[in-house]
Structures are given as structure tokens and as C-alpha cells.
């Protein structure tokens, strides 16, 4: 079982590389004053038919030829389940997939963030022709990391590159203690 939020994040997004998606959305959603925590994953990759989509939610099921178990999508519906929340998985053939849940922030069963910076660089390693959007939001405020906006910035540099990836890890590490000012606890 995966042991906290960022290691499902990253489960999810690489099925989106190898669902051949050119963009995907990162966005995290969690208010203390509220008591939830929402969490979702989109793209705009190949897609998924309806028996995909409910055969995708048995952790038995996978397309991979690396490994026998399909974990992403199976451990957030379970959290979701876990945590008295609820699950959303949406997606057509040719236009993407959504994967989300919402639960109550304070429910004890909620696993831990992890290291979401370290996530987020090894996604743009793993794939720098996506376009990698994280968007995070808690009652203290809100940042928005594009990597399109980045490498407009950086023009014929490489996302890649080492002093790159660590702007770009030391950038989501400072965002996140701002965001966690005031009671967030990402």
C-alpha cells in the first residue's frame, strides 16, 4: 500500500504518460475551516471506455506488462471509501481522464501529503513534453506552478536541466509553507 498522497499522485500521472496526454492538471484543494481535503488528477490522454473505467478501480487489473496489480486508481478509491468520502473517475476515449476524491480533512484515516515537490520533479523528469500544471489551495492562499510558463520563460533551455529542477523544487517547497501559514497542514 502506498503510504502517502504524493506516492498515489505520482501512480496516477504516469498512467497519464502512458496515456499519452500532452497535459495534466495537478490540483489539490484543503480547508481546516471546512474539514475537507479534495484532490484531483486530470489529463487530456487517450482516455478510458466504461468497462476500462470500472475494470481500472480492481487493484487485479492493469495494463502494464512491468508489474501484475494497478495501484493508483485503486488506492484512491480506497482512501475515498476509508475516509467516508467520495470517489469520481470520469473518462471517454480520446479526450482524457478525471480522478478525484474529497474527504473530510479531519478524518483520522487520511494519509499524510509526502513530498509533493519531489513528486512533481520526477513527473517533469520522467516526461518534460508534458505540460505539468499544479494548482494548490488552502484557507491561508493559494500557487500555481505551469510548466509551459516556465519554459516560456527559459526558451530553448531544458526543464531538465539540474539548476532547473531544483528552482522548480526549492520554488513548490517555499509555496507550500506559504500556503500552509495559518493552519494548512499540506
Request: hydrophobic share 35%; glycine share 6%.
Amino acid at each position: 500500500m502506498m503510504q502517502d498522497l504524493a506516492m498515489a499522485i505520482l501512480d496516477i500521472a504516469n498512467n497519464a504518460i502512458r496515456a499519452r496526454a500532452c497535459c495534466v492538471q495537478i490540483t489539490l484543494w484543503e480547508s481546516q475551516k471546512h474539514d475537507f481535503l479534495k484532490l484531483e488528477v486530470d489529463d487530456d490522454g487517450c482516455g478510458m471506455d466504461e468497462q476500462t473505467c470500472a475494470q481500472a478501480q480492481d487493484p487485479f487489473y492493469t495494463t502494464r506488462t512491468t508489474r501484475r496489480i494497478g495501484l493508483g486508481i485503486p488506492f484512491f478509491k480506497g482512501i475515498a471509501q476509508q475516509c467516508q468520502g467520495d470517489f469520481t473517475l470520469r473518462s471517454q476515449p480520446g479526450r482524457g481522464t478525471h480522478i478525484g476524491l474529497c474527504v473530510r480533512k479531519s478524518h483520522w484515516d487520511v494519509p499524510p501529503w509526502g513530498n509533493l515537490a519531489e513528486t512533481m520533479i520526477t513527473l517533469i523528469q520522467a516526461s518534460e513534453t508534458i505540460r505539468w500544471i499544479l494548482e494548490v489551495r488552502t484557507d491561508s492562499g493559494e500557487f500555481h506552478l505551469d510548466t509551459a510558463e516556465i519554459q516560456k520563460e527559459l526558451e530553448e533551455v531544458s526543464l531538465c536541466e539540474p539548476s532547473i529542477l531544483i528552482w522548480i523544487r526549492d520554488y513548490i517547497e517555499e509555496q507550500l509553507r506559504e500556503v500552509q501559514r495559518e493552519g494548512g497542514t499540506l
